[in-house]
Nanobody
């Protein structure tokens, strides 16, 4: 059974930083594209960052470019999302996903972790 477990969310002031982690069991993240998505209240889910399987090229939502960094630790079977210079509009539930293709769909999803940016 595949499980993706996110952690690292929380409450942070504008301008602050957080690092989200997503650890997989029952699936090897190295063998797949991996992505981070978010959904704010009343809004549709949007892709935030994605790592291509083939060459590891990262893709980012325009509004997070230069502030968010996606990375993967194959030894730990974990993918990270480092977020700096956070803004109130980054507030959302963040989900990781695996077994798919960037800019397409994914088969496996985590349960989500809340990120709240507020003073």
């Amino acid at each position: 059974q595949v499980q993706l477990v996110e952690s690292g969310g929380g409450l942070v002031q504008p301008g602050g930083s957080l690092r989200l982690s997503c650890t997989a069991s029952g699936f090897i993240l190295e063998n797949s594209a991996v992505g981070w998505f978010r959904q704010a209240p009343g809004k549709e889910r949007e892709g935030v960052a994605c790592l291509n399987r083939r060459d590891g090229t990262p893709l980012y939502l325009d509004s997070v470019k230069g502030r968010f960094t996606i990375s993967r630790d194959n030894a730990k079977n974990t993918v990270y999302l480092q977020m700096v210079s956070l803004k109130p509009e980054d507030t959302a539930v963040y989900y990781c996903a695996a077994d798919g293709v960037c800019n397409s769909d994914f088969a496996h999803w985590g349960q989500g972790t809340q990120v709240t940016v507020s003073s």
